[in-house]
């Protein structure tokens, strides 16, 4: 069993970044995936960015690409998104997402669908205006 506490939302202006958080339990950093998933209102949680553990391979939706990096560490075992250059179509509610099975091998799931995984926290908000 994983549990996934998210942190770090807020509301920042449009240009300005913020960093979250995802604190886990449960050995999925040496074995499984795990990926960070966004929720607009009206929309479907789709994956935003993702990581396969221990191997640190990383998929990125289209939309995010070059502004938003996912990393991981396990030594903290804590899971993090740096969202740099926000833009106001980024405001959303965020997930961090675990699954000790990987759809695919070498990012974990398919940025920019909608897999379910598994394990889900509870969301943070971010708000960009």
């Known amino acids: 069993h994983v549990q996934l506490v998210e942190s770090g939302g807020g509301s920042v202006q449009a240009g300005g970044s913020l960093r979250l958080s995802c604190a886990a339990s449960?050995?999925?950093?040496?074995?499984?995936?795990m990926g960070w998933f966004c929720q607009a209102p009206g929309k479907e949680r789709e994956a935003v960015a993702t990581?396969?553990?221990?191997?640190?391979?990383?998929g990125y939706a289209d939309s995010v690409k070059d502004r938003f990096t996912i990393s991981q560490d396990s030594a903290k075992s804590t899971m993090y998104l740096q969202m740099n250059s926000l833009k106001l179509e980024d405001t959303a509610t965020y997930y961090c997402?675990?699954?000790?099975?990987?759809?695919?091998?070498?990012?974990?799931?398919?940025?920019?669908?909608?897999?379910?995984?598994?394990?889900w926290g509870q969301g943070t908000q971010v708000t960009v205006s």
């Open positions: 990581i396969v553990s221990g191997a640190g391979l990383t």
């Open positions: 997402a675990a699954d000790f099975f990987c759809p695919l091998p070498t990012r974990g799931w398919e940025p920019g669908a909608t897999p379910d995984p598994a394990y």
């Open positions: 449960g050995d999925i950093f040496t074995n499984g995936c």
